[in-house]
């Protein structure tokens, strides 16, 4: 694929986030609907109540319709490419199920962890089947060793992976801009591997998924017009599982998306902390609060985890490439 044709997905869908975004915006403010934060939360964070959410709705959409007509008119409306809309579509509707009950309904809780996980299992059991049949390799790519096939266990490796990091995406997501930006890193980072290895079904779902990103970060920024809610966050997090599958560099998320790495273990470390001797390791999780509580700006914070989130997937392409 030529440079000139990779910008026609990140353009389509910037602009079709750009233009759709205030609209969307000015629906939520008109309704009075917005984002509750969480009394365990840092205090100065309760001047963002009322925000609207929910941003990631739009950014999917212009992904979607992105992906398919530049999918048609390049003629890469492949499986893959299909495997991956199923992903973010799916995710994203957990997700938009969430917030809408919290939003809409007015209630703390949307979906329960349980209803979540099950939706997000059911879906990777659907990928991994279609996969599968359609011939794709099941051996786990490991740094040093090369490929491995493990057969069915792949499946057991796909369902891990996919709820794992669309968690550890939602979990990251807590301050304006971070996601946006880490995530737009990961992909850049996918979208340079699939390039390399030929794979423009891949690429073109990158590209569309980062000017989709691009276009939010404008409204997402300190001080945020909009939250990107867990419909971004959880779809952003499945996406980047599937990508990394597709492509048969599995290991390399742990390096493109250490960020959420990162954020994941904070939690986990945090709470067996506490079960197991009754102290906490950081101030708060995930622990880009702890920075925030240690008297970080919020702004330093988001600029510090994306140049780790730099670093960390420039290390992954040298190793790779």
């Known amino acids: 694929m030529h440079w000139t044709e990779m910008l026609i997905p990140f353009v389509s869908s910037f602009a079709l986030t750009i233009m759709v975004m205030p609209i969307f915006i000015g629906y939520f403010r008109m309704k009075q609907l917005g984002q509750v934060t969480r009394d365990e939360g840092p205090k100065w964070h309760e001047v963002k109540t009322g925000t609207p959410t929910m941003g990631g709705l739009v950014f999917l959409l212009a992904t979607i319709i992105t992906a398919i007509w530049v999918g048609i008119w390049q003629g890469w409306l492949t499986l893959s490419l299909g495997l991956l809309l199923f992903i973010l579509a799916l995710y994203g509707l957990l997700g938009f199920l969430d917030d809408f009950i919290k939003v809409f309904k007015k209630r703390n809780l949307g979906l329960t962890s349980k209803q979540k996980l099950i939706g997000q299992i059911v879906g990777g059991i659907i990928f991994f ?12 790519n490991l740094p040093v060793i090369g490929f491995v096939n493990i057969g069915w266990f792949y499946g057991v490796f796909v369902l891990f992976w996919l709820v794992g990091f669309s968690n550890a995406v939602n979990l990251t997501d807590g301050l304006d801009g ?7 890193i990961a992909y850049g980072a996918y979208g340079i591997i699939a390039w390399k290895q030929g794979q423009s079904d891949v690429l073109i779902f990158c590209l569309a998924i980062i000017g989709g990103l691009v276009g939010f970060f404008f409204f997402n920024k300190k001080p945020a017009k909009i939250f990107m809610g867990d419909v971004g966050s959880l779809a952003l997090g499945g996406g980047l599982a599937a990508i990394s599958i597709l492509l048969h560099q599995e290991w390399s998320l742990l390096l493109i998306g ?3 790495v990162i954020e994941t273990a904070s939690v986990m470390i945090q709470v067996t902390s506490f079960k ?3 102290k906490r390791v950081f101030k708060m999780s995930p622990i880009h609060h702890h920075f925030e509580m240690s008297g970080w700006s919020e702004w330093r914070v988001v600029l510090t985890f994306w140049a780790v989130g730099l670093v960390a997937s420039v290390l992954a392409l040298m190793i790779i490439l």
């Open 258 to 260: 250490l960020i959420f």
């Open 276 to 278: 197991l001797t009754g």
């Open 178 to 184: 971070l996601v946006a930006g880490t995530a737009s």
């Open 129 to 140: 089947v279609l996969f599968k049949n359609d011939g794709l390799s099941t051996a786990i």
